[in-house]
């Protein structure tokens, strides 16, 4: 729906989902210039927006899952993009109406006003490798919960214990032994071994393709210093950190990173929790990886451990090695200086 306006500074925004979009573009005193549902078609879009090209000051695009391409479509096209963190917006309190169109008005309202929580746009050229770099963690998670299944059925059946490294092994069949005395659980033990081995395969594949493609920027160069981190973890953490500079302090990063606890306290009594999947899953798992293998391996990062978990418990001192790790790998990326575990665990 068009209505008449004059020539000034407009503000646009879209309500994106999965086959549609709400269009939405105010002026500058907040009047509603127009608005219209579309299918999510790039010639309809950029049609639409055309008669105010000249006068938009900047368009928001939530931040969905399918945020890509209407992005890139629109910077592609010279419009000024701003993406909005839906988890930081709040809607007025005892709405007895919403629907796309007020969400879409009411991200152009805040734009007008200044004040929209924005996300950070990742580079487009960029954004395929560190896709890639995720679909690994996805393989992996699915060898893992693969491995978990096939030690279950041999420890109910065989009263035995298989570790993960003998189950992962591709010069000897450690399974079939095990469970060849019954055919149902020797069928169960044969796929299991074969789509463990094919996952594999698979992970090696693009941890070859990734480690040929990319590699460490110089600010990045020094997490290969800090206790736990490798090849793939120092890509990882670097991909999904994007610039270091937009995070203005450390703690910025820690909560990016979910290595913050959520929590609400009034009069030193406990209200409950926030949004604990705020920030990165990614970097979070990054951190929590490199935390278990500095523990195993790093006599500092063991001892500091250790004493976390005879206070508490494995899981808070894991945590805890976690959140060290990632304030240690902020400043080691902004400052570019080589990791110290002396002073990180002094």
Known sequence: MKTSYQKNNLFGAFDLHSNNCYLAIIDGEDNRVYHQKMPNSPDIILTELEPYKDDLTGIVVESTYNWYWLVDLLMDNGYDLHLANPAAIQKYNGLKHSDDKYDAFWLAHLLLLGILPEGYIYPKNER?????????????????????????????NCGTNLSASKIKA???????????????????????????????????????????????????????????????????????????????????????????????????KNKGKGNVKNGNKYLSWAFSEAAEFARRYDDLAR??????????????????????????AYYVMRDQVAFDPQKLFA
């Open 128 to 156: 395929p490798i560190r896709d890639l770099l995720r679909k690994r963690g996805h393989l992996v998670s699915l060898r893992t919960s693969l491995i978990n299944s096939l030690q279950g059925i041999i420890q109910r």
């Open 303 to 328: 001892a500091f451990y250790n004493r976390k978990s005879a206070k508490n418990n494995n899981m808070v001192a894991r945590s805890a090695l976690a959140h060290k790790l990632a304030r240690a």
């Open 170 to 268: 591709t010069r000897k069949d450690n399974v079939s032994q095990l469970l060849n005395s019954n055919e149902d659980l020797a069928l169960s033990g044969s796929v299991s071994l074969e789509s463990i081995r094919c996952l594999g395969d698979q992970i090696s594949r693009i941890e070859k393709v990734v480690l040929e493609k990319v590699k460490l920027r110089k600010e990045f160069e020094k997490l290969h210093t800090m206790s736990g981190v490798g090849d793939i973890l120092a890509l990882t953490i670097m991909l999904e950190t994007g610039s270091i500079d937009r995070f203005r302090k450390v703690g910025d990063f820690t909560s990016y990173c979910r290595k913050v606890p959520s929590k609400w306290t009034s009069n030193s």
